[in-house]
C-alpha cells in the first residue's frame, strides 16, 4: 500500500467477489446521513485507525478494505468459474483478507480438474494440510 494515494482511488468500485485479492490500497468507512443525503466515506491508511472511526462515528458501517484484483475468479453462475485477467478495485469485508494473497499457482490450481473436492482450500490456503490429512487416513 502507498499511504500517500489513500483516498485518491474512485469511490465507485465493485462490491466483493472475485475469491483473490493481490494488495490492499486503503480502509473505507461508509457513513450513511440519518437525515437524508448522499453517503459518504473516509479513506484510512490502517485497519486499527478506520476501525476506531467506526467505532465512534455514529452513522459509521464496519471498515472495509478496497482492494486490488490483478485478476480473479468471475462466477457467472454457481459452481461455473471463470479466470479473468483483467485487474479491478472491489471493496471487501475486512474479514476475507484471512485467506492469503493470490499467488501465480492460486488461480490455476482453484481451476485445475486435480483440486480438491472442496475447492475454497485453495483460496484458504489450506489445500496442502487438507490433502495430507486425507492421505493419512
Known amino acids: 500500500m502507498n ?8 469511490a465507485a468500485v465493485f462490491a466483493g467477489g472475485g475469491y483473490v485479492w493481490d494488495e490492499v490500497l486503503e480502509y473505507r468507512v461508509w457513513c ?3 437525515e437524508g443525503g448522499d ?3 473516509y479513506a484510512f491508511a490502517t485497519y486499527p485507525k478506520a476501525f476506531a472511526f467506526s467505532k465512534r462515528t455514529r452513522e459509521a458501517e464496519e471498515p ?11 462466477e457467472p453462475e454457481p ?16 474479514a476475507f ?7 501465480p499457482r492460486t488461480i490455476p490450481d482453484f481451476l485445475s480438474p ?3 473436492a472442496n475447492r475454497l482450500d485453495i483460496l484458504r490456503g489450506t489445500a496442502k494440510a487438507a490433502r495430507k490429512r486425507a492421505t493419512k487416513k
Open 3 to 10: 499511504a500517500k494515494r489513500v483516498g485518491t482511488f474512485p
Open 114 to 116: 486435480n483440486a480438491p
Open 39 to 41: 453517503d459518504y466515506y
Open 64 to 74: 472495509l478494505a478496497l482492494i486490488r484484483q490483478r485478476q480473479y475468479i468471475n
Open 79 to 94: 459452481g461455473k468459474f471463470v479466470h479473468v485477467k483483467k485487474t479491478r478495485l472491489t471493496e471487501w469485508p475486512v
Open 97 to 103: 483478507l484471512s485467506r492469503p494473497r493470490r499467488t
Open 32 to 34: 450513511h446521513p440519518e
